[in-house]
């Protein structure tokens, strides 16, 4: 595992698909600097020294298909200052993406932007939300069906490092794990992880609650390859043997004001620690990738 450090200068000498090919690669693309404009000062402060004590679920998170804010307990006032800066953010990051990694962003669905205020390190909360075990990122999302869930964080720490582990990209723990954690069949067939008449009936009806007002219901749908990607995140964070194992154990600093973008599907990450920290996720098409074989649906029906 490496980062692909992105200086400004190198940002702008990019080719066309520089940026796109190493993150489906499974590296971590790195900008010393954060490339999007942050929000100001003064409401770095407001985030930092207020939020955390309104905090009421595990992120605070502005959910663009509803246009509202989950997470805070707190007056109309500053609910409505918080969903400003989310959505500032959020517009900032899909502009800077959709200019750096065109190709991967065409027809994409942008997702939440959250703020995450609480010290990742010691955090009480059960394995399968928890952010310190290494896992793949799975089933928070609605049904993937296959596509690839992109995520682009800023630590907005003014003076703490925002720490992370890996142990590798799916194809390589995929190789190890995947019999112990269920998720290799021996042989899957043509078909396999395609969705069925009673996935496609959750859709559809999915799909009318949506159109009856109620956006947030897309988190229910589901797919055959989504559950297995579930099994496997959930494998990652209740096996200690899994958690322990040092092979390609590895450690990443991320310095305030420093942002770094990822394939979350594709790499294994844990949150070690650090506070305060944006983080802004997409779903791309499977279709926009150039290496689709190294996605990780295609490495499941290849198994």
């Known amino acids: 595992m490496t980062l692909a450090t992105f200086n400004p200068e190198r940002l702008a000498a990019a080719g066309e698909y520089e940026i796109s090919d190493q993150l489906e690669a499974g590296e971590i693309v790195f900008f010393p600097t954060c490339p999007v404009p942050l929000p100001t000062q003064e409401e770095l402060v407001f985030l930092r020294e207020e939020l955390p004590r309104l905090l009421k679920l595990k992120n605070i998170s502005y ?20 969903s400003h800066i989310l959505v500032g953010h959020s517009r900032a990051v899909r502009s800077f993406l959709d200019r750096t990694i065109p190709s991967l962003t065409r027809d994409w669905v942008l997702g939440t932007c959250s703020f995450r205020p609480i010290e990742e390190q010691g955090r009480d909360l059960k394995p399968h939300a928890s952010n310190e075990l290494v896992h793949f990122d799975a089933g928070a999302y609605g049904a993937t069906s296959g596509d690839r869930i992109l995520r682009f964080f800023v630590n907005i720490n003014a003076d703490m490092d925002r720490v992370w582990a890996t142990k590798g990209t799916f194809p390589q723990i995929f190789q190890r794990y995947g019999d112990k954690a269920g998720v290799r069949l021996r042989s899957p067939g043509p078909r396999y992880l395609t969705k069925g008449p009673l996935d496609h009936a959750r859709t559809g009806l999915i799909r009318l609650l949506i159109a009856a007002g109620l956006p947030l219901a897309r988190v229910l749908d589901s797919s055959p390859y989504d559950r297995v990607m579930r099994r496997f995140h959930n494998y990652m964070k209740d096996t200690p043997e899994f958690q322990a194992d040092p092979q390609d154990h590895q450690e990443i600093r991320f310095p305030p004001y420093s942002a770094w973008m990822v394939l979350t599907d594709m790499v294994s990450h844990a949150s070690v620690s650090g506070r305060y920290a944006f983080v802004t996720t997409g779903i791309v098409p499977l279709v926009n990738c150039r290496q689709r074989e190294l996605a990780p649906i295609s490495i499941l029906r290849a198994a």
């Open 63 to 82: 959910h663009p298909e509803a246009d509202r804010v989950s997470g805070i307990e707190a007056d109309p006032a500053t609910i409505e200052r918080v």
